[in-house]
């Protein structure tokens, strides 16, 4: 068996700032984070040897970072300075480990959660992803004869080539690496991203967000936030203070940590109408923009475009990063649609990574609940895609009657 | 740097039945091999590292046969019993060795030459042939990008899967691997032929030429003769015997030893005309049949049905197994046109393994003397096309007169 995950650093750089963020201020924080497989039609356990998963994810229980990467992980800049503070990235080389994970087969998939400190269990999301997706296709890839697996190779090198032939003629779209976690292979992920390395300047390939390929291949890191520092924070708040209130204290907490150049904001996790009535002035004005991460991107450009306009905020001087869902005929149409009226740019994952001429698997895992004062609470994103809501029924309820459900987009999630 | 040839197995299969001719009869014979490049516009030296060179030449001396190797040659049988005897397995086992090699640069050229015992050198040919080729390719890879290196591949893909898909049409025409001297790389080597075991019927894929991959993939080792035999053995006999004499003589050498069942004859040593005219009426009509390997195969296959109708033979019941330049078209062409008239099958060698997207290089290695008696003979061969007519020219002269030279074909080599 080969090992999948090799080094800590083939991780989503965004699990650093908000790790960062977190052990400052939640390092007490245990935290839940729980596999689901959307794509329920796949039945993952009969497919994946359970054996290999335990040992895939028992081998990255025992990496630990050295010196050389921590340097790397301290060499990330931004105007206001080092990234990640000294005292940080000592705790990340001395004191970091996984937590232990339980892994059951219950209805043909796997039940894979584990609990830990926050800082420390939300990094497993993103190497059991790409784990369970590598075996999934080493699966597949062992069903095929030879021709078979060369075609499917030979397939998505005409669709990467294709890819690189419609960025050309596009030069003012501009688009990162965001595919760790959907990957076909660690081996196909580096291949892509040393692709659009070679073959595009740098003004429109900007970069990975996989660590380790930064390092390896002389790229920028990219990255903003995840769903689970609203969702662990709002579910630490709930009983004190309304959601909007959390959601702003996310914010805050970012804002001081790392100012303007990592100032992009997540609107969806109660989604984003609730999440703009209820933004501060400032934030507006001063943050970079925002990410769009579910929902129909057209009409969440507009409603940003809308919203900086009320504030008389010009929207042409604020970017909004696009991430759901992309191939690139999407991101060539969105990035034009919106041209000359806010700037745009694209977190291109799944159809990037994982584009082999295979079925992908809409694989996910968050924080599905926090233990505050020894009881447990239930984590919950609304998303402005209903079909990617999560969290416990109630909760989603509840939530839905606070921060107002009018008209609900559902949209089957293609990765 | 990694080493290209890892197994004295890999090897043309024919090296061995002509090795224990060799060895058997022409124990002290000491030959020269010489690498030519044809393709001259290609300055190879130019492109290919010497120490590179030199280090997978030495890798190659460094190799023995295994025991489980000797077995495998064991294991080859004819309906005579055991092809190659023990004696000789004993001698290839205990006492083979390469001989040393000169490695010199001529005008932008490698002079590659070995000389010694002639059942030993012998082996260089296939040995140093898809070194260079390899080393070759790696350089041109080198400077490719990412994506043309994939692309390039993805290309060979596309190929292979049209060639598949063409046999899979036509399934009366059988062919086997012939690819080891100009293949691309050993991976693609392999790559090829297990793909064509996989895919195609083992009527229609009959076998491969490499003793290596047949080990490995568990598939036929095939094989016919080459002219080293009637060149060296021509030039030993010159002096006491017409040319047709000395070529008969090695047909009938070769039929003490193997029989019926490795029964094929090359025919264009000193081309085909001279070839039939001296050819016992034994060996029309018990050798299964002949092996083209040069000049127009359409003309070729109509001059041996004339031949064996001419002596009463039924042509339907004899074999002609073509082998120079092959590709797909060609391949279906042959079959089709002699379908019904004569049994055919193909050695399909440089298109097969090295169509990858880069132009192919027509290198040969060749005995081209041998000592008798302290003094130095040069061979010859004038062959069915002119452009593949090798020796001293005073030899092709004295040949072209003996044997008769008429009208003469001659096109440029594509391989």
Request: hydrophobic residues 35%; proline residues 4%; glycine residues 6%.
């Amino acid at each position: 068996m080969e090992q999948i995950i090799t080094s800590l650093l083939d991780n989503d750089w965004y699990k650093y700032p908000m790790g960062q963020l977190i052990w400052r201020h939640f390092r007490d924080a245990e935290v839940t984070f729980s596999l689901t497989n959307r794509t329920k039609s796949v039945r993952l356990a009969e497919i994946i040897n359970e054996e290999e998963l335990r040992y895939e994810l028992d081998c990255v229980r025992n990496l630990r970072y050295s010196g050389d990467q921590i340097d790397f992980l301290r060499s990330q800049r931004s105007s206001k300075g080092q990234i990640l503070c000294d005292e940080y990235l000592r705790y990340m080389h001395r004191e970091f480990y996984l937590p232990p994970y339980d892994l059951k087969i219950v209805d043909g998939q796997f039940d894979l959660t584990s609990t830990g400190p926050w800082q420390n269990v939300s990094h497993w999301e993103i190497y059991a992803l790409p784990i369970i997706n590598e075996l999934y296709y080493r699966t597949l890839e062992r069903k095929q004869s030879t021709i078979e697996r060369c075609a499917s190779y030979a397939f998505g090198i005409e669709q990467l080539k294709e890819k690189n032939r419609i960025l050309g003629e596009h030069p003012e779209v501009s688009v990162s690496d965001f595919g760790t976690r959907r990957r076909y292979s660690r081996e196909r992920h580096e291949l892509v991203v040393r692709v659009l390395a070679e073959e595009r300047p740098r003004s429109q390939f900007i970069g990975t967000s996989n660590v380790e390929l930064a390092m390896k291949l002389g790229l920028p890191v990219i990255g903003t936030s995840a769903h689970e520092l609203p969702m662990v924070i709002g579910a630490l708040y709930r009983s004190t203070e309304a959601p909007f209130v959390s959601q702003n204290r996310v914010l805050k907490y970012w804002w001081n940590e790392y100012g303007h150049d990592l100032s992009i904001a997540l609107t969806d996790t109660l989604r984003t109408p609730y999440f703009l009535k209820h933004l501060p002035y400032e934030v507006a004005r001063d943050w970079k923009g925002f990410r769009q991460d579910s929902g129909d991107p057209i009409a969440f450009g507009e409603m940003i475009i809308a919203f900086y306009e009320s504030l008389r905020i010009d929207p042409r001087e604020k970017l909004i990063v696009f991430s759901d869902g992309l191939d690139i005929d999407a991101i060539v149409r969105i990035a034009n649609y919106f041209r000359r009226r806010i700037r745009t740019t694209f977190g291109w994952g799944t159809n990037l990574t994982n584009d082999w001429g295979f079925p992908t698997l809409s694989l996910v895992m968050k924080a599905v609940s926090v233990r505050k004062k020894g009881k447990l609470i239930w984590t919950a994103k609304l998303s402005d895609n209903l079909a990617k809501a999560i969290g416990d029924p109630e909760i989603i309820t509840l939530y839905k009657k606070d921060c107002g459900y009018g008209e609900t987009f559902s949209q089957e999630c293609r990765y």
